[in-house]
């Protein structure tokens, strides 16, 4: 489902990118990908703590996702100002970025659930799960934190729960249960040599060290969003008409062509995540 958009463009004049891109990048004509660490060859370089270094009213559309929460709260503003400067007048700026308000409701539920139901070990799985998303990003101080050792052992237990929180992407992370794994990757036979390796240095860098320049790295959340307080930012930097939408829903012209944020299917990419759309008016 699309709404109506006001975005004047042709299928020969449109700009849009796609900032801080990871490995989700578009492919649709007329889309720049670009990441602070190109994840392809073909994704720009740029520096998303700087000034981005495009002329002012660039693009049509400017996309992010699940990237706001890594900065602090004081960069947020200067980082959404700058994405006003690059869209064109009527242009659309799309946000997706955890949802506290859902999360906050869905710890809520699985706590009930796991209260009335103490033994059920689906009930606690999905308790378990939910406070990880809430809080591991937050305060993890090693790559991956706890997310990954839950993912690891009781992931293909709740799959379904974990494919609904967090999208396509779970469906990667979530590895496949003992009994359907057959032989043993280059990958797996190399993850020794690599442990080990990563283990003297870790022993080799004070404690203080080593968290804070995993702090710095930028895997952490550093900040979390709720429709009021994601609103609030957008109208600081200047976006008027801002909207919350859901993961198929776009006032940008055939949305869900791009990929972003569903599969060829239509299956959402974290459809519980927080969907905003703003437009910079004249």
Not at 12 to 19: P, Q, Y
Not at 86 to 99: A, E, F, H, M, S
Not at 161 to 169: A, C, H, K, P, T
């Amino acid at each position: 489902m699309s709404h109506h958009s006001t975005i004047p463009i042709s299928a020969t004049s449109f700009r849009g990118i796609n900032l801080a891109c990871g490995g989700k990048l578009c492919r649709e004509t007329g889309w720049t990908n670009a990441d602070h660490n190109p994840s392809a060859r073909d994704v720009l370089d740029v520096d998303l703590l700087a000034p981005l270094p495009f002329s002012d009213q660039t693009f049509d559309v400017v996309y992010h996702s699940q990237f706001i929460e890594h900065l602090p709260a004081n960069k947020a503003l200067a980082f959404m100002k700058e994405c006003h400067r690059i869209l064109k007048v009527q242009g659309v700026l799309r946000v997706v970025t955890p949802d506290l308000r859902n999360q906050a409701l869905e710890y809520l539920r699985t706590l009930e659930a796991l209260l009335a139901l103490p033994a059920d070990e689906s009930a606690r799985l999905r308790y378990e799960w939910i406070r990880l998303e809430m809080l591991d990003q937050l305060t993890r101080h090693s790559p991956g934190g706890d997310m990954v050792g839950f993912l690891s052992e009781s992931g293909h237990r709740i799959q379904d729960y974990l494919w609904e929180r967090m999208g396509r992407s779970g469906k990667n992370l979530i590895p496949p249960d003992e009994d359907a794994k057959q032989g043993r990757s280059l990958k797996d036979v190399l993850r020794p040599v690599r442990d080990l390796g990563r283990s003297f240095k870790h022993s080799m860098t004070p404690q203080a060290l080593r968290i804070g320049q995993f702090r710095l790295s930028g895997e952490s959340h550093l900040c979390m969003y709720d429709e009021f307080s994601l609103s609030t930012l957008l109208a600081q930097a200047g976006f008027q008409q801002i909207t919350k939408v859901d993961a198929l829903q776009s006032r940008i012209p055939d949305w869900n062509r791009t990929l972003l944020d569903c599969d060829e299917q239509g299956y959402p990419d974290g459809g519980v995540s927080l969907f905003m759309e703003a437009t910079r008016c004249p």
